[in-house]
């Protein structure tokens, strides 16, 4: 019978992925991978969010205003039904230190009809950030707030899923510890599963065992890298452990 957690022996390749991601960590490092990228959304979404709202209040208590300059008048791309939509203006003006900024800005329909290209625009900015500024009739932006928002927020709850399901499978392998049984189990098949690591399709290796009462059951070791689970091949055994009142919930060596 081979080895249960390195079959061929100790020391033979992917070393260091062993050490880095095991049976144990898998579900924290997959769960860890989906936070780090759903909390920068999140937060930028609000970021944006707190931007946008705070923007107007901003301007009044510390903006000031320059004569800008109308420099082009558009509609964004027409919709599926034909008629076009988000009325834009590009502008520039000239803050109190001299300073040239270009800007564009989504406006309604109303302060875009009054508008004249190469006519004057009144421009509110702040004197340390003039990016931020407004022209009248510029509404709050919520597409970027929204966008970012929804998915750092989808993501948060995949990862805040995924680390639930890492603390049940601990709380589990911890009781297998001391109240689960042994049972031999018999390797049926390799083959890829559905989780990526590092855009890398991870593997499992399937078995079958038998428990106290002689029922079959068949069970799965965690995702692990290709290289790994090539190492089991059909036939072979290895050592299990299994719930003793639920004999169709068992554990992979490393998990336990």
């Not at 924290?28 to 969010?49: K, Q, S, T």
Request: glycine share 10%; with cysteine.
């Amino acid at each position: 019978m081979r080895n249960p957690i390195c079959p061929n022996g100790p020391g033979v390749g992917a070393g260091a992925s062993v050490a880095a991601m095991n049976g144990r960590n898998f579900w924290y490092w997959f769960g860890g991978i989906w936070l780090a990228v759903g909390l920068p959304f999140l937060m930028l979404g609000g970021w944006f969010a707190w931007y946008e709202l705070t923007l107007e209040q901003r301007l009044a208590l510390s903006g000031r205003t320059a004569q800008g300059m109308v420099l082009v008048k558009s509609w964004g791309t027409g919709n599926s039904s034909g008629r076009q939509s988000d009325p834009r203006v590009k502008y520039r003006f000239t803050t109190a230190d001299g300073k040239t900024i270009h800007a564009e800005a989504t406006v309604t329909e109303s302060a875009w009809d009054a508008l004249r290209e190469r006519e004057a625009v009144e421009v509110s900015y702040l004197p340390g950030t003039p990016r931020a500024n407004r022209i009248d009739g510029r509404p709050v932006q919520w597409v970027l707030p929204l966008v970012f928002s929804a998915v750092g927020g989808i993501l948060t709850l995949i990862a805040g899923f995924i680390l639930l399901k890492a603390s049940a499978n601990a709380r589990f392998a911890r009781r297998l510890r001391t109240q689960g049984l042994t049972a031999e189990a018999e390797i049926s098949h390799v083959a890829p599963t559905g989780y990526m690591v590092n855009r890398v399709y991870q593997w499992a290796v399937y078995y079958r065992y038998r428990d106290h009462a002689g029922n079959e059951h068949e069970g799965r070791s965690p995702p692990m890298p290709e290289e790994l689970a090539r190492r089991w091949q059909p036939g072979d055994h290895v050592q299990v452990m299994f719930d003793r009142l639920r004999p169709g919930r068992s554990a992979w060596p490393e998990q336990t």
